[in-house]
């Protein structure tokens, strides 16, 4: 390892597991003190048994890494509070966020109740906006007293959210809405040191093993490069986390198997002006000629 986050402190939400203890363990090898976050729930956010956030910050130090475990609910005010505290009357400071936790509650939108939607977006959206509001309170404070940070923010957002997804109204919000949070916090706080962005992941989790089990399947064969492993994700996670990625902020990767993109976003496509106003029949034709000039969309995931 090349000790990229060499004297960091990261804090990692949704740690103990997938994705999340993928970023925890890789952070730590690099070098971070990373504070493990994880609230040990099941699938769909009712309360488990044990303590996953304990079990990643235990694997961490027996690698020879520091860590410490936070099992507070980060969709809370005072959970969310806390974490940024453990990190900083831990290790005494604190340089990159990275925002992962959620889980699945999936149906199709006629079957969707109002509580499956609360909840979704609940732990991704609000658990993404909580965390980043306090830690970007500390690094506001830190820059108005002459310290200004490197500071860090990796975000969650997912095809889902990019593209939408059949069976995943709730999730799809909560990913699309990430990514408008992630735009608005790096304009809002660049002046303070701090860079946002957000990562769309692949790879194989409790969610995606159950939603998407054949494609999330790991090889038969020895030896064979496993495409869907969380770890695959972790070194660019790693990197936008580090100091090294100075000067890259507002921007949505995705990143699967070997495979990083960065994506473009809504950019405007082909346009009509006829500087005056459209009766509807005029609009209807000129707004059918740009969608014949411009690119196809991507299909939405799950579609037939």
Not at 40 to 58: E, K, M, R, T
Not at 173 to 190: F, R
Not at 193 to 213: D, L, S
Request: overall charge negative; some cysteine.
């Amino acid at each position: 390892m090349t000790g990229l986050c060499g004297g960091r402190v990261a804090v990692v939400t949704g740690a103990g597991r997938g994705l999340g203890r993928a970023y925890a363990l890789a952070l730590a090898a690099e070098g971070a003190k990373v504070v493990v976050n994880d609230l040990g729930v099941a699938l769909d956010g009712a309360a488990g048994p044990g303590s996953p956030a304990q079990d990643v910050a235990a694997e961490i130090w027996a690698l020879g890494g520091e860590a410490v475990a936070h099992g507070g609910d980060i969709a809370t005010t005072d959970g969310a509070a806390s974490l940024v505290a453990t990190a900083l009357d831990t290790y005494g400071r604190l340089d990159a966020l990275v925002n992962n936790a959620g889980f699945l509650r999936d149906r199709m939108l006629i079957n969707l109740d109002e509580d499956d939607w609360d909840a979704v977006l609940r732990v991704h959206l609000k658990g993404h906006f909580l965390p980043l509001r306090q830690a970007a309170a500390h690094w506001r404070a830190e820059a108005k007293a002459g310290r200004a940070p490197a500071a860090r923010v990796v975000n969650t957002s997912s095809g889902a959210g990019l593209l939408g997804s059949v069976g995943q109204g709730n999730y799809s919000a909560a990913k699309a809405g990430i990514v408008g949070l992630t735009l608005v916090a790096a304009a809002e706080l660049g002046r303070y040191g701090v860079q946002v962005n957000a990562i769309a992941p692949a790879a194989r989790t409790r969610m995606t093993e159950r939603t998407f089990a054949d494609s999330m399947a790991a090889p038969d064969q020895a030896g064979a490069f496993d495409a869907m492993a969380p770890e695959n994700v972790s070194p660019l996670v790693v990197w936008l986390a580090s100091a090294d990625s100075a000067g890259v902020t507002g921007r949505v990767f995705e990143a699967e198997a070997g495979r990083i993109t960065v994506m473009e976003g809504w950019r405007p496509g082909p346009t009509a002006d006829k500087g005056a106003r459209w009766t509807p029949a005029e609009a209807g034709e000129a707004a059918r000629k740009l969608l014949a000039a411009a690119e196809p969309p991507r299909p939405v995931y799950g579609a037939s």
